[in-house]
C-alpha cells in the first residue's frame, strides 16, 4: 500500500493573533506516530506560509490529505503571509482554482481556521471531502480537533469517521466548540442516459 502523504501548511502572521501551531503540528506527528498503522502515513510540514508557496509545496510532497492552520477572517479569505510575515489573504475562489488543478491527487483537505467554511464550500466543488469552520474556534479546540482526527486516520478510519471522532475529541477535551467544524463532501454528478 502507497503511503498516505499529509501536508501541514501553517501561517501566522505578525500582525495577527499568536497561535499555537507548533504545538498543534507536535500533536498531530504523535498522533500519527503512535497510530497502529503509522508506517502508512508520511507527514510533510511547511511553516510560515506565503500564497506563492503552496502550489510549490503541493508539487514536492504530492499529497493526499492537505491541512491548513492558520487565520481566517469572517469574510472568507484564509490568511497567509506576505514577504514580511505580515498577513495576506486569499479569496476562496483562487484557492479553489488551485485545489481543481490537484483534484486528481487530493483527497481530503482540512482548513483548521476561523471562518474558513466558505473555503471549504468552494473547495469541495474539486476535493471529495473538506473540513473547514462555521465560525471563529479557539486553539484549544482546533488542536483537539486536529488530534481527533488524524488518531481515527491513522487506526484506519474513514475521513467521514475521522471526522467524527474529531468532533468528539473536542468535547473530550471539554470545551464546547465542537459543532464549529463542518464536513463537506463533494456531490458526485450523475450521467444522464
Not at 19 to 46: A, T, V, Y
Not at 55 to 80: K, R, W
Not at 103 to 108: G, K, L, R, S, Y
Request: aromatic share 8%; proline share 4%.
Amino acid at each position: 500500500m502507497d503511503k498516505v502523504k499529509i501536508l501541514f501548511l501553517a501561517a501566522d502572521p505578525s500582525d495577527a493573533v499568536r497561535l499555537r501551531l507548533g504545538q498543534e503540528l507536535r500533536d498531530i506527528r504523535e498522533s500519527l506516530s503512535r497510530s497502529k498503522q503509522r508506517d502508512n502515513f508520511l507527514l510533510e510540514s511547511r511553516e510560515s506560509v506565503r500564497p506563492r508557496d503552496i502550489s510549490q509545496a503541493i508539487f514536492d510532497v504530492e499529497p493526499h490529505v492537505i491541512h491548513f492552520s492558520g487565520h481566517g477572517m469572517n469574510t472568507g479569505e484564509l490568511c497567509f503571509e506576505d514577504i514580511s510575515g505580515k498577513m495576506q489573504p486569499v479569496h476562496p475562489d483562487t484557492l479553489a482554482n488551485l485545489f481543481e488543478l490537484v483534484a486528481e491527487q487530493v483527497n481530503c483537505v482540512v482548513l483548521n481556521a476561523c471562518y474558513s467554511e466558505a473555503q471549504a464550500k468552494a473547495i469541495v466543488e474539486h476535493i471529495p471531502y473538506v473540513v473547514g469552520m462555521n465560525q471563529a474556534i479557539g486553539d484549544k479546540a482546533a488542536i483537539a480537533f486536529s488530534v481527533g482526527f488524524y488518531k481515527a486516520l491513522g487506526a484506519g478510519r474513514s475521513f467521514e469517521d475521522a471526522f467524527k471522532f474529531a468532533r468528539v475529541e473536542i468535547q473530550l477535551e471539554g470545551v464546547c466548540e465542537h459543532t464549529i467544524p463542518v464536513l463537506h463532501k463533494k456531490k458526485l454528478h450523475q450521467r444522464l442516459t
